[in-house]
């Protein structure tokens, strides 16, 4: 066990000691600072409301948002939505929490699609490089099996997912409080779900969303992670697992009149859409979506397993 934990921190290590991690951090940074200043500076969120006349500033902002809606008919279905809202504080006598650095944080999930992309990048070249860098003989002629080494090195992407996955929860969250401040320890507002307008907590929203964006970051590194271990490529392993997660609905969408469709990947990865209540395929479940993607992970770690230790070298 205690060579597993050498190897995973020894892969952990060349990973940071690459000037293009750092770089990664810093996009991730970059954005999320630029999305802090665009919401704050030209964003329309909703602010903290006086606790003896939000009542009448809720009533105040429907009319405004009516009166909107007479000039501009284009904004019908927003406005109709956020005077829905505020009737739903009002007729329940909820004062709305304002806008801050739970809500930020909840916005900033669209940034786990990056997170995706750094994570295939580092899946893609942590076998493939061994063998384009000649370094896969000194690798193997140590006293340590072949699964260990591959195990360590799959461990290291999740690793690297995980903490990349960490540094965005976190500086998102950093970012939200210094330009929106923080409402409470566990803010509740009002949103647009499944049965209807439900008065929800922001933080278990936020679990919802980034645990489910997480399946897919997990699927589509484990399929690079794979495509390096076959192919020896990481070009190759980016840009297949980057096209299939980008082109992953739109192939979906092509195929969901047949039903084996049900049985693609991309079909399956996102599970928020039986929160949601709207499966994308109709006969499709929780249970069998969870058992898809264990038939496909399965079957990717195998693949890599299989021709990882099986491989000959002697030529490399």
């Known amino acids: 066990?205690?060579?597993?934990?050498?190897?995973?921190?020894?892969?952990?290590?060349?990973?940071?000691?690459?000037?293009?991690?750092?770089?990664?951090?810093?996009?991730?940074?970059?954005?999320?600072?630029?999305?802090?200043?665009?919401?704050?500076?030209?964003?329309?969120?909703?602010?903290?409301?006086?606790?003896?006349?939000?009542?009448?500033?809720?009533?105040?902002?429907?009319?405004?948002?009516?009166?909107?809606?007479?000039?501009?008919?284009?904004?019908?279905?927003?406005?109709?939505?956020?005077?829905?809202?505020?009737?739903?504080?009002?007729?329940?006598?909820?004062?709305?929490?304002?806008?801050?650095?739970?809500?930020?944080?909840?916005?900033?999930?669209?940034?786990?699609?990056?997170?995706?992309?750094?994570?295939?990048i580092i899946a893609a070249g942590i076998v493939a490089n061994e063998f384009r860098w000649g370094t896969i003989k000194l690798l193997l002629i140590r006293p340590i099996s072949r699964s260990k080494i591959l195990l360590s090195k799959y461990l290291a992407v999740l690793l690297f997912s995980l903490v990349t996955l960490l540094f965005v929860?976190?500086?998102?969250?950093?970012?939200?409080?210094?330009?929106?401040?923080v409402e409470g320890l566990n803010p509740h507002i009002v949103m647009e779900k499944v049965s209807g307008l439900e008065y929800v907590s922001v933080i278990q929203e936020t679990a919802g969303n980034y645990g489910y964006k997480l399946v897919n970051l997990v699927m589509m590194g484990t399929f690079a992670f794979m495509i390096s271990s076959i192919f020896r490529n990481s070009a190759l392993a980016i840009g297949t697992a980057v096209f299939l997660m980008m082109a992953g609905n739109s192939i979906v969408s092509f195929f969901s009149e047949y039903s084996w469709s049900k049985y693609i990947l991309f079909a399956n990865t996102d599970l928020s859409q039986y929160a949601n209540g709207a499966p994308w395929i109709e006969g499709m479940t929780l249970p069998f979506s969870i058992a898809v993607l264990l038939v496909y992970f399965a079957v990717f770690i195998a693949a890599s397993w299989g021709i990882f230790t099986k491989r000959d070298i002697a030529g490399q």
Do not use: C
Request: charged share 20%.
């Open 169 to 181: 929860v976190v500086f998102s969250w950093v970012i939200g409080a210094v330009f929106f401040g």
């Open 1 to 120: 066990m205690s060579n597993l934990f050498s190897l995973i921190q020894n892969e952990i290590n060349k990973i940071y000691i690459q000037k293009s991690t750092w770089i990664m951090y810093i996009f991730l940074a970059v954005i999320i600072l630029g999305f802090g200043l665009i919401t704050n500076f030209f964003g329309e969120e909703r602010e903290s409301t006086d606790s003896d006349s939000w009542r009448a500033e809720l009533q105040q902002e429907n009319e405004e948002l009516a009166q909107e809606m007479e000039e501009e008919e284009f904004l019908q279905d927003f406005n109709t939505s956020l005077i829905e809202q505020n009737n739903y504080y009002l007729e329940n006598d909820i004062q709305p929490a304002g806008y801050d650095a739970w809500q930020f944080l909840m916005k900033m999930d669209m940034m786990l699609s990056i997170v995706s992309l750094f994570t295939i």
